[in-house]
């Protein structure tokens, strides 16, 4: 069965260090997307994307995050200059047709600052 | 408020036992969708049902959704020790996002 794969399955990063993220999205999936979830915690919305643009970011998506689809597999996110609070599980989903259809998610990257 | 609110928090029962979760949820939706997370792992898809569906059966599970009540809920049946993992419902917010709740635990004892 075709699945969302996530690298790294866990990143350890120094305060104010730039992360990149990536996913590769099933195939002939279209509609692209970032959660994440601290520890415990719930599964939080963080962006997204579709036709190369941002279709909807959550308030926790701010200046210090972006997403790219570099290629016609790959989709990233950065963050620019991690905080403490950013430790966190980071999903990626995608799906066909955005919400009228199942969001499948990758496994997840554990990212930790310190 | 929250869009996706799950009750119980935590639930723990016997193996063969079945388990019940419920989600409640503020705002109309298009879909609900229950997924199941094992400690540190990705997310399940375990079911979808749509706003004009009222019931729906994968293997032991079995989904109902009340749009008039803004309710979910999620019954297994035959619990399995397998089956311990947290449980979330998701709606579909607009277009473009699931906003989830903030799940059950659940715990089945051998």
């Known amino acids: 069965e075709p699945e969302v794969t996530q690298t790294p399955s866990h990143q350890v990063t120094q305060m104010g260090q730039e992360v990149i993220l990536r996913c590769v999205p099933i195939?002939?999936?279209?509609?692209f997307y970032w959660y994440r979830q601290i520890l415990g915690q719930k599964v939080e919305f963080l962006v997204s994307f579709y036709n190369n643009e941002i279709s909807e970011k959550s308030e926790i998506f701010d200046d210090q995050f972006s997403v790219e689809r570099p290629d016609g597999s790959n989709f990233t996110l950065k963050i620019r200059s991690t905080k403490l609070e950013d430790s966190a599980m980071y999903f990626c989903?995608?799906?066909?047709?955005?919400?009228?259809?199942?969001?499948?998610f990758g496994e997840g990257s554990w990212l930790t600052v310190v | 408020s929250q869009q996706g609110e799950e009750d119980p928090q935590a639930l723990s029962i016997q193996e063969g036992e079945n388990a019940t979760m419920n989600c409640s949820y503020k705002?109309?939706?298009?879909?609900l969708q229950w997924y199941r997370q094992n400690s540190g792992r990705g997310l399940v898809h375990l079911i979808l049902?749509?706003?004009?569906?009222r019931e729906k059966h994968s293997g032991r599970l079995r989904v109902t959704l009340d749009t008039s009540k803004k309710s979910s809920s999620l019954l297994i049946t035959a619990s399995r020790a397998a089956d311990t993992a947290s449980y979330f419902c998701a709606t579909a917010s607009g277009t473009y996002k699931y906003i989830f709740g903030t799940g059950t635990r659940l715990k089945v004892l051998a």
């Open positions: 195939s002939n999936h279209l509609y």
């Open positions: 705002t109309s939706i298009n879909n």
């Open positions: 989903a995608s799906s066909d047709r955005g919400v009228g259809n199942t969001i499948y």
């Open positions: 049902i749509r706003s004009n569906e």
